[in-house]
């Protein structure tokens, strides 16, 4: 029970330039090929065995849901077999999808007989969804009336309420307030302990570190590591960052014509901006409370003092959460003259939350870039932060924190 | 197949009940809505054919005859066209559940095909009770209806699930389907009698499947009469012959369709 095995499966995706090709393709009965043959999986070969949990990491389009969708049965293999043994519950997108009209109570009682759940266990689980969702009086309404938060609970909830052999979990769940993820988590963990065989998909590899026993890379459809989950963050890791640096160059050529990200008079210009990890290597992911090295090189157009460089680290809805420049660093000024290049190195510590945070670095004179602006480069890094060896918290600022309860003497 | 769907009967089921409820319960004159829509159709119907226009039956000269004739078939009619209409569109329309659950898709067809039966046993014992009101209760030629249906279900479900599936990788399925249901509908005797066409437009309209189909309903409602069973067996055939279209169809193509939709 709980194993899986996939041997050399692909998936192939037929992509057709107008959808008169496809049926002209038809009609020829074999004669005339008007499709390109994308593979969205290739030679995929892993076995997973029972009460393991595993985690497949990757970035987007790199194949992960769909090889959860083979293996859940939603979509059909182009080549290779599986087999997974035992009883399958599979989270695979947003909602359950029964029906919009019914309520909460008849989605879920069809989602249970959908997932083989037996007549007379369903009307004992029923109120347990209720629960656990916690949607209470929600569950007589449509679910059409529905948030998406609360379609991934009572997705859940349902998909959950009899432990699974095999529970595939296809990022669903970062979907939803931080508490249900919680919730949900604590009870994947629950069903592993108990034996239960799990598959997880995500971009977040710190979830990945702390559930699975293994973790699979796949990257364009391959399968390119299947390791100790730490291996595989590491080599992810340093992937992305090479990956991000490829972009990187092109998105400076593009945006030498864009004026919106990049702007200024250009009398002193930035050629680069990176920023390091630890190791001194060019990285886009950091743990919470990983040394980061900001380096800007930049080249004067001109003779004239070196000018201020500042940065702004904003959060994923754009609001600045740090931001400082050399001329409040009061970092010792450089005369120069045309065609210099200098390298302005900021040492900081990732003290930031889990999340997406965009770089924006510029050159100016004196404290600010109103004054005079040479360069403004918006956006120049993106970066992502994950959940590292702290103890986990919310928000975007990572505060020094320490915490005691001392029982005290009864008042009065 | 057919023990991966015997094994989901019990999902089948309540989708079936939760349709009948869904359109039944849902608004606020609840059942009243499905038959007030056939009602106003034939109302107008028997109005402006049987009144205005002074359509008569050959043989029968009486008010209601029109009326029973009428609904003989149109009731049978509707159905065939809900069966067929909603398996061409039930992969579509289902596609959120496609991409998300594992289950035997042909349970969707199934769905569509009983859900279309109980509405039309519904709307069809209303009718038999007004008929018994009226006095003009057929007897026994009644169970010759229930063959009739199952012929036309299985023509309606085999077509519908060859087109369902055709329809999720060409849309334009879903369309031609409507475009050529209305066209059938007038070239099939449901309001008006066959004899009224001339020679030729008869023998043009009897190569239709389904004018056997309902002169055989006429013939059970409005004449007492059982049906011509010779007439009906190259039905059996096309059933046969639907059935096949459809699983070949379901077989070779429904495994890709969730890279569809």
């Known amino acids: ?198 598959l997880f998909v995500t971009h977040d590899p710190g979830a990945v570190k702390s559930l699975c026993d293994r973790a699979l890379l796949l990257e364009g459809g391959r399968l390119v590591l299947d390791d100790a989950p730490d291996t595989v963050f590491d080599y992810y890791n340093a992937r992305i960052a090479q990956r991000e640096k490829d972009a990187e160059i092109e998105q400076h050529k593009d945006a030498e014509g864009r004026s919106t990200t990049r702007s200024g008079s250009r009398e002193a210009e930035l050629v680069s901006v990176v920023v390091d990890d630890e190791a001194g290597q060019p990285a886009r992911l950091f743990r919470v409370g990983a040394p980061a090295t900001i380096r800007c090189r930049l080249k004067l157009n001109g003779a004239m003092e070196c000018p ?80 590292g060896e702290r103890a986990a918290f919310t928000g975007v600022a990572a505060l020094p924190i320490e915490a005691v309860v001392r029982r005290r003497p009864a008042e009065g | 197949m057919l023990d991966g769907l015997w094994r989901y009967r019990s999902f089948i089921a309540s989708m079936v009940r939760r349709e009948f409820q869904a359109r039944y319960l849902g608004s606020a004159l609840g059942a009243l809505w499905s038959v007030l829509n056939p009602l106003a159709m034939i109302f107008i119907y028997t109005v402006i054919f049987g009144q205005v226009m002074r359509a008569r039956l050959p043989g029968v000269e009486d008010g209601t005859s029109y009326g029973i004739f009428l609904c003989a078939g149109l009731l049978p009619w509707n159905m065939f066209v809900e069966t067929l209409q909603r398996c061409t569109s039930v992969f579509v329309d289902q596609g959120n559940l496609l991409k998300k659950m594992t289950f035997p898709r042909a349970a969707l067809p199934i769905i569509v095909a009983a859900s279309s039966l109980v509405n039309f046993m519904i709307i069809f014992g209303l009718l038999l009770l007004v008929m018994v009101l009226l006095g003009r209760f057929p007897g026994w030629p009644l169970l010759g209806l229930i063959p009739l249906l199952v012929l036309q279900q299985t023509i309606a479900v085999g077509f519908g699930v060859a087109l369902g599936v055709l329809n999720v990788f060409f849309r334009d399925a879903g369309h031609v389907v409507g475009i050529l249901l209305q066209f059938w509908f007038w070239f099939t005797p449901i309001i008006y009698p066959l004899s009224i066409l001339s020679d030729r437009l008869q023998l ?58």
């Open chain 2, 204 to 261: 043009l309209v009897s190569l239709n499947p389904m004018t056997a189909i309902v002169d055989a309903y006429q013939g059970i409602l409005l004449y007492d009469r059982s049906p011509n069973w010779l007439a009906i067996l190259p039905h059996a055939a096309l059933a046969l012959l639907a059935l096949a279209i459809g699983r070949a169809v379901f077989r070779r193509l429904a495994g890709e369709m969730t890279d569809y939709l």
């Open chain 1, 1 to 198: 029970m709980g194993r899986i095995v996939a041997r050399g499966l692909g998936k192939k995706f037929r992509v057709y330039r107008r959808a008169r090709d496809q049926l002209l393709e038809w009609m020829s009965r074999g004669g005339k090929t008007l499709h390109r043959a994308e593979w969205a999986l290739r030679d995929i070969e892993f076995e997973v065995s029972d009460g393991e949990s595993v985690g497949i990491i990757g970035m987007n389009g790199a194949g992960k849901s769909t090889l959860l969708r083979i293996l859940s049965g939603t979509t059909l293999a182009s080549e290779g077999s599986f087999e997974v043994h035992g009883r399958v519950a599979a989270l695979l997108e947003l909602g359950l999808g029964i029906h919009p009209e019914f309520d909460g109570w008849q989605n879920a009682a069809l989602a249970c007989r959908l997932l083989g759940v037996d007549e007379a266990e369903i009307s004992k689980i029923l109120p347990w969804v209720q629960e656990f969702s916690e949607l209470g009086e929600h569950m007589n309404q449509p679910v059409r009336t529905y948030s998406t938060g609360m379609q991934v609970r009572l997705a859940f909830s349902a998909a959950t309420a009899v432990r699974p052999d095999v529970l595939m979990v296809d990022e669903a769940l970062s979907v939803g307030d931080a508490y249900f993820q919680h919730k949900s988590m604590s009870r994947i963990r629950a069903f592993r302990a108990e034996g239960t065989t799990l």
């Open chain 1, 308 to 387: 201020t460089v500042g940065f702004v680290i904003r959060d994923r809805l754009g609001a600045d959460v740090f931001g400082s420049n050399t001329f409040h660093l009061d970092v010792e000024s450089h005369a120069g003259s045309d065609g210099d290049t200098f390298e302005a190195e900021f040492r900081t510590v990732m003290h930031l939350g889990p999340g997406t945070y965009s770089l924006s670095v510029a050159l100016h004179r004196e404290h600010a870039h109103v004054d005079s602006n040479y360069d403004w480069w918006d956006r120049a890094v993106l970066l992502e932060v994950v959940p």
